[in-house]
């Protein structure tokens, strides 16, 4: 952030973007916020802009019980902010940049778009009258922790009632909506405030997703099976899924933050599995008790990775051509992988005094029908 902003006004803060700009600005060195909320009079507008270096203005009406309201907050209100900040130009000299939330809707003809777009002209006056620095960001629907279901946010909605076992319901599968994660917005609020464009310009924030109400609901009802006897995350490091899965945990009941996963006991140990990928395989780990031995298999394409995290442990090779022979010790003393590898036989050992735990990663989840796992003695 620029070094001459470090006091930041934030309106609308109790809100859900706000919650998230707080926690962000809270991040930052030597920045100070204040905030001007839901209840607030407007006549404190211009105290607090003059106790600040930068606006971002949030506060608006999006579901009002009185369609009047629109106008009151939307516009009425980002009315008043301009002439608190014209002001204090005049008072001052000061002309401190200011960042609006609008929404896509300011291009429809509603009573909700028209009070969107009656905020934009406001602060456009301000730009062309005073010279503030103006950032306008007409959002889609934004969707991210803290949003409240049930309200506004399909994706708060669906991710509240999925994450519980509730029904959804969706008039039309193959509508379509605009959406943007609220760390992006986040970001993008904070790379505007270092901004020295001048004037006004309307900006953007990226990425913005497209996709279906019936594949919305489809890919986070899918989120729960790694939670259920199937353990299959989906591909969530990257993108729409990423931020999704990000939300739809966030709604998670705080009994849900725990689950079972599968164990399957006997006389060596047990066998723990916590986690199966789309393409990228399966995360578990394993015990054995002093003496135990595990594996004596080979693989023809599978492979695994192997880290003993507690105990000492004796890896032993057999090529299935040659018979050559290779040996490997490690322990959790010191974080060493070992990789099995393709045409060799392998088994590993516990040769410590106490119980050994070893964490697996397997290339490929287990198939009961194909395992591609032969046995075979080193």
């Known amino acids: 952030m620029s070094q001459s902003v470090t006091r930041v006004l934030i309106t609308g803060a109790n809100g859900f973007i706000g919650k998230n700009l707080l926690v962000r ?25 003059a106790q600040a270096d930068a606006v971002v203005h949030l506060a608006g009406e999006n579901r009002p019980a009185d369609e009047a309201a629109f106008a009151q907050v939307n516009a009425g209100l980002t009315q008043a902010m301009c002439d608190a900040l014209r002001t204090e130009a005049a008072l001052t000299g000061r002309k ?28 456009q006056a301000l730009t062309q009258e005073v010279g503030n620095l103006v950032a ?3 959002l889609p629907g934004v969707f991210g922790k803290w949003c409240k279901p049930n309200y506004n946010s399909v994706v708060a909605t669906f991710c509240h009632n999925l994450a519980r076992g509730l029904p959804i319901e969706i008039n039309d599968p193959a509508a379509n909506v605009q959406l943007v994660y609220v760390d992006d917005v986040v970001s993008a609020f904070v790379n505007a405030l270092q901004t020295q464009q001048n004037g006004l310009r309307f900006a953007q924030v990226l990425p913005q997703y497209n996709i279906t109400l019936g594949e919305l609901a489809e890919q986070i009802n899918a989120f729960g099976t790694c939670r259920g006897a199937e353990l299959k995350i ?32 006997d006389a060596r140990g047990v066998f723990v599995e916590m986690l199966k990928t789309q393409d990228s395989g399966q995360f578990s780990y394993f015990t054995a008790r ?20 507690k105990g000492k442990a004796l890896f032993r090779f057999r090529h299935l051509l040659t018979n050559e022979l290779v040996e490997f010790c490690t322990s959790g003393v010191r974080p ?13 050992t ?19 029908q194909k395992p591609d796992t032969v046995a075979s003695k080193v």
């Not at 930052?28 to 001007?36: C, E, I, Y």
């Not at 003809?109 to 602060?123: F, H, I, M, Q, T």
């Open 25 to 49: 600005l809270s991040e930052l060195p030597n920045m100070a916020v204040s905030t001007f909320v839901r209840g607030d009079d407007a006549a404190k507008l211009p105290e607090l802009v």
């Open 96 to 123: 401190l940049p200011l960042v609006l939330a609008s929404s896509t809707q300011a291009e429809r003809d509603n009573p909700y778009g028209r009070s969107k777009l009656a905020a934009e002209e406001a602060v």
């Open 136 to 138: 306008v960001f007409r």
């Open 234 to 265: 989906e591909r969530v490091g990257s993108g729409l899924s990423r931020a999704l899965y990000a939300t739809y945990v966030s709604y998670l009941p705080n009994e849900r933050f725990i689950y079972d996963v599968p164990q399957y006991s």
């Open 290 to 309: 002093p003496g135990v031995m595990r594996g004596g298999h080979y693989h023809h394409t599978k492979t695994e990775k192997f880290l003993v995290i």
């Open 336 to 348: 060493q992988v070992v990789d099995t590898i393709p045409g060799w036989t392998h088994d590993i």
């Open 350 to 368: 516990n040769v410590g005094e106490d119980e050994m735990v070893v964490m697996l990663w397997a290339n490929e989840n287990f198939d009961r």
